[in-house]
């Protein structure tokens, strides 16, 4: 498929589809495709037939686990699509695609409304200032509300979104949609499942609710454009092209959202959400700079998106693929990338060639010779590209800001059910952990199991599913366990000194450090510690500082209780001393890592554990049961608040340790009819008795 504007960089809109689990995102993207002339044929979610689910384990379950790249062409403009999951446990997928995208469509079910999920996905993109239009599915379906969604999107997310489109009817009279831009009525010709479309006056008996949300629609509009406002004011009429003009404005600038509608699935109003992604999502112009940091001092610098300059690019996914090896997908920010380049990995220091460089079609692959300012590709060839890596032609030193993964809170024990399996089970296992940044695999030490740690227990089963798939590799499972980790309560200060011959050379090293308790709050963002340098060269030598911050934050991974990872913990090198003749960089590190050690055990540490935040959707006949069923967890409610005329939702913060068949144990309170869905919010510190069970079973093992 060809597009004329190809090089034109205005023309190219990089977008998410965002939403929680079953709102209906693969289905849209889906109509996207086919409307866009893309695919001649739909697929649908329920006959795990869909272009983007190409995965096994996604068409059998019909939820999307990891995110599709795949282009398209509307009216002159190339959308780059990314179709993200809506599963908690796949947050990762949802969090590597909005680092790199320009707009982002937020899809919410009419029934449901703003889900949990809805909310999660949306602060995400909050977090990168993302663009957005939200996207009112379902309206066929019995229970659909679009005001009170509407009045759900305002409350929840404290912005001002606004309707440019109506339904004309709702529930099986859906017919429609209202374009309040126009002022047309939208029809949508089922015979040729939606393809053919006519216009018509709106109906007399809407006009009185269209001429509502027109003028709320004005309102919102003329706070972008002063021409707009005088003419509003004046009951001048307003322009198509000028009302869009300003809500493109408005929506860039992140004050305001556009709300569409429609029915997905019933292939209807998809035309128009195409025609808002082109009129109000930004191309890679409008956003002209992208903000980097200076390697050494992390001061910031401006990155110009433009294919003159020198190539900035970030490496935001790893795929393997059985035939063509590890793929790089990576969003090019300024300058260009071409077949046969090479690059320096500014993270590593490596430089390295492109062998082949690809269009990504879900699954399927297009070859380009080139990729440009605004544009996503996949390279074929780097080893040692990773995810979070910035890449550039070594004419600039730039490092992009890196994502922010949520640790992993769950994890089983592996081990190869034959001795044949074991080289196997190992090299699939390191390809998984390369491709997923909330997978990990890690020996315990107590045990010496094999563990693999993830987001939940779907997730780990998906893992598990595709290593016998995939990989050809049977394996043993054990039972899901929780994911502590260690802190500590009490201020220390420790002093250490190595001092060794070692084959007749000397070794000296002489530090003191002060550890101390953090709150949350204290931590740099996307950082589990804080190191605090308070020496002066003449103490220690600056050239072995950034040692002893390396080994002082290295040996914070190996806890004094459970050997967990230690969290929130401020360290402080306050004083030390050296000899001209036998200190080095390895006697500092040994000596550090000795006192902070030491340190840990004196400060009194106690044992973190991972707390979920569980909502639940559930009919009024059960709140009292489920939320007695919570205080027996442990838990403690958050919210109770109404969701819709029958349904309330219940929010409370849960230990994982206690949500293990939780599955059975709410269907069996609410006889089936409860939903819940669960979300990792934070580490905290187990009470007394907890610690004390833990501790006991785990030392147990290792007798």
Known sequence: MKSGNDNDPARIRNIGIIAHIDAGKTTTTERILFYTGFL???????????????????????????????????????????DTPGHVDFTAEVERSLRVLDGAVGVFCAVG???????????????????????????????ADFERVVQMINERFATRAVP???????????????????????????????????????????MDAVDAAREQLLEAASEFDDELLVRYLDGIEVSPAMLRSALRKGTLANRIVPILCGSSLKNRGVQLLLDGISDYLPSPVDLPTTQAFEPETHEPIEIRNDVRESLVALAFKVQIDKHL????????????????????????????????????????????????AGDIGVLVG???????????????????????????????AIEPKTKADQDLLNEALARLEDEDPTFHV???????????????????????????????????????????????????????????????????AQVRIRIHPLTPEQVPEGEKNLFVNRITPEMIPQVWWKAIEEAALNALNDGPLINGACERIGIELVSGSFNPVDSNETAFRIATSMAVCKALRSAEPVIMEPIML?????????????????NSKRGKIDILRRHTEYLQEIVADVPLSELFGYATRIRSISQGRALYTLEFKQYEITPPTIQSGILKRIRGYAE
């Open 113 to 143: 409304g703003v889900e949990p999920q809805s909310e999660t996905v949306w602060h995400q993109a909050d977090r990168y200032h993302i663009p957005r239009l939200a996207y009112i599915n379902k309206m066929d379906r019995n229970g």
């Open 40 to 82: 001649h044929k739909m697929g649908e979610v329920h006959d795990g037939n869909t272009f983007t689910d190409w995965m096994d384990q996604e068409r059998e379950r019909g939820i999307t686990i990891t995110s599709a790249t795949v282009s398209c062409w509307w009216k002159d403009n190339q959308i780059n699509i990314i």
């Open 325 to 372: 090896g590890k793929l790089i997908y990576i969003r090019v920010y300024s300058g260009a990338l071409s077949k046969g380049d090479t690059f320096i990995n500014r993270t590593n220091g490596k430089r390295e060639r492109i062998t082949r460089i690809l269009q990504m079609m879900s699954n399927r692959k297009n070859d380009l010779d080139a990729i440009k």
């Open 614 to 630: 569980l909502s639940v959707l559930c009919p009024d006949d059960f709140v009292g049961d489920i939320i007695s069923d919570i």
């Open 382 to 412: 780097p080893k040692f590209l990773s995810t979070g890596d910035t890449i550039t032609d070594g004419n600039v030193d730039v490092i992009l800001s890196r994502m922010h993964f949520p640790d992993s809170v769950i994890s089983i």
């Open 442 to 508: 890690h020996n315990d030490k107590e045990t010496g199991q094999m563990l693999i740690s993830g987001m939940g227990e779907l997730h780990l089963d998906i893992i598990v599913d595709r290593l016998r798939r995939e990989f050809g590799v049977n394996a043993n499972v054990g039972n899901p366990q929780v994911s502590y980790k260690e802190t500590i309560t009490k201020t220390v200060e420790m002093e250490e000194t190595f001092q060794r011959d070692v084959s007749g050379k000397g070794n000296y």
């Open 164 to 206: 440019i489109n109506i339904p004309i009817g709702r529930e099986d009279g859906f017919e429609g949609v209202i374009d309040l831009i126009t002022m047309s009525a939208w029809h949508f010709d089922p015979l040729t499942k939606g393809l053919k479309t006519d216009t018509s006056p709106i109906p007399d008996k809407m």
